[in-house]
């Protein structure tokens, strides 16, 4: 038997949930729609894991949202077994012509009961969200993106023997670049392109796209704006804050990467787990507001508010999750290796990581104007968590449901990976070199002077 909370929340015996994705205004319809995050199971019957694990995101103030939780839970369950109680008893009243003046009471009581039971339900659920996933074993413990631990290197990082400008200053001389007038059009943040360059920011995305296919990933063109019961399922709500652009009037807001179309478009469905893994790569405009102050070298093309990716996205059963993981990033280090551009993995620490990530890595590239690395994609594996929040579920041979893990990983994102591109690709003569790899997507040329 399913105990009080489950019972309120939607769950069945094998454990499926709901999850409101707004802490405000929740009603009983949106307590039936959607999934929790983390599994109530795992707050009521490991409450120390949980508490652990919050510690180790350095969310100390959370930490009481553990017993509350316990505690709401113990009296939602207390007034479902009264609510069951009087149930039963009027069924049996309903039998006899004798007691219909106490089942009227008893009806009053049961509304009563049951307009608690929604409240302690929406309370639950509020501070349900607030739990961060339980995070891998193998995350190193750190407070913010400074205690991220460098992995591996892959390519000898070079610096030429001759100055490396700036990228804006490489595009300009190139005729490629005009922000004054993306200033005009759109405002800070934006750009045109133009000429070559222009065509070879065109020509990696697309050897991205056949470098996925050939890997026996799915090639999609998505949706580019989805509605918030998508947005809500598939990132946390600072993240939702801090990203997202609002569409003025519509429930519809603009994509800040394909993943959330693409893992989108399974809400609500359960999949027949002899189709998984899905190993899905989806091509499409990102837009992201990128709040917050900026250093110098995040000026020009390096954080904007719109930008082309290519992702790739997997979903799978829960023992596949982590092999599909390791795959996943040996494919971004493969590709920008394969344009003759260094990088590095750079594993995300505990208090880097969004909450709803249960282990995520970063690929850097290397900048030889820097001297260092630069981000240019991250791969993430998020367990259960937007399946939950999306209602995604899978069902084997023998029909038994089970939650399928999500993963992320950006193959490319441009124009940061054109950044790196330029940079290592640039030679004393100010021409840019073109890797084999490429040329066959830029006229079959070996340079563009």
């Not at 489950?6 to 069945?12: I, S």
């Not at 200033?183 to 065109?202: C, D, E, P, Q």
């Amino acid at each position: 038997m399913c105990c009080g909370l489950d019972r309120v929340l939607g769950f069945e015996p094998s454990g499926w949930g709901f999850n409101s994705l707004t802490t405000h205004h929740i009603n009983l319809n949106m307590l039936k729609e959607k999934e929790i995050m983390i599994d109530i199971k795992i707050i009521r019957n490991n409450p120390e894991i949980v508490k652990q694990n919050i510690r180790k995101k350095f969310q100390q103030p959370k930490l009481p949202l553990v017993d509350e939780i316990i505690q709401l839970d113990k009296k939602n369950a207390e007034i479902v077994s009264k609510i069951d109680a009087i149930r039963a008893k009027r069924n049996l009243l309903s039998k006899s012509q004798d007691g219909r003046e106490e089942n009227q009471k008893l009806k009053t009581e049961l509304e009563g009961l049951e307009n608690e039971q929604v409240k302690i339900a929406g309370l639950l659920n509020e501070k349900i969200l607030l739990i961060p996933n339980i995070i891998d074993e193998t995350v190193p413990i750190g407070k913010n993106d400074t205690e991220n631990v460098e992995i591996q290197r892959f390519g000898e990082p070079r610096v030429p023997d001759f100055p490396i400008p700036h990228h804006c200053q490489i595009v300009e001389r190139l005729s490629g670049l005009d922000l004054d007038s993306a200033r005009k059009t759109s405002g800070n943040g934006f750009y045109f392109l133009s000429g070559n360059i222009a065509v070879l920011h065109s020509a990696i995305l697309s050897y991205a796209r056949d470098f996925m296919i050939k890997k026996g990933f799915t090639y999609y063109l998505p949706p580019f704006m989805v509605r918030s019961n998508v947005v809500e399922g598939v990132m946390s709500f600072t993240e939702m804050d801090s990203m997202m652009y609002k569409i003025e009037g519509e429930d519809l807001y603009l994509i800040g990467t394909s993943e959330h179309s693409m893992i989108g478009r399974f809400i609500d469905t359960i999949i027949d787990s002899k189709n998984l893994p899905l190993a899905l790569t989806s091509s499409s405009p990102c837009f992201r507001k990128e709040k917050g102050a900026h250093g110098i070298e995040e000026r020009g093309l390096y954080r904007v508010h719109q930008f082309e990716k290519q992702e790739m996205v997997v979903l799978c059963r829960p023992e596949q999750s982590m092999d599909w993981f390791n795959k996943m990033l040996g494919y971004s280090v493969d590709f920008f290796r394969s344009l003759d551009i260094p990088v590095r993995t750079l594993e995300c620490c505990s208090g880097d990581l969004a909450d709803l990530k249960v282990k995520s890595i970063d690929v850097e590239a290397w900048s030889p104007r820097q001297k260092k690395y630069f981000e240019v994609g991250s791969c993430s594996t998020l367990g259960e968590a937007q399946s939950r929040r999306l209602k995604i579920r899978a069902k084997d041979e023998d029909g038994n449901k089970f939650i399928p893990h999500t993963l992320n990983n950006t193959v490319v994102a441009s124009p940061r990976a054109l950044i790196a591109f330029l940079e290592n690709n640039l030679t004393a003569d100010g021409s840019i070199k073109i890797p084999a790899a490429l040329q066959p997507y830029i006229q079959g040329r070996n340079e563009i002077k």
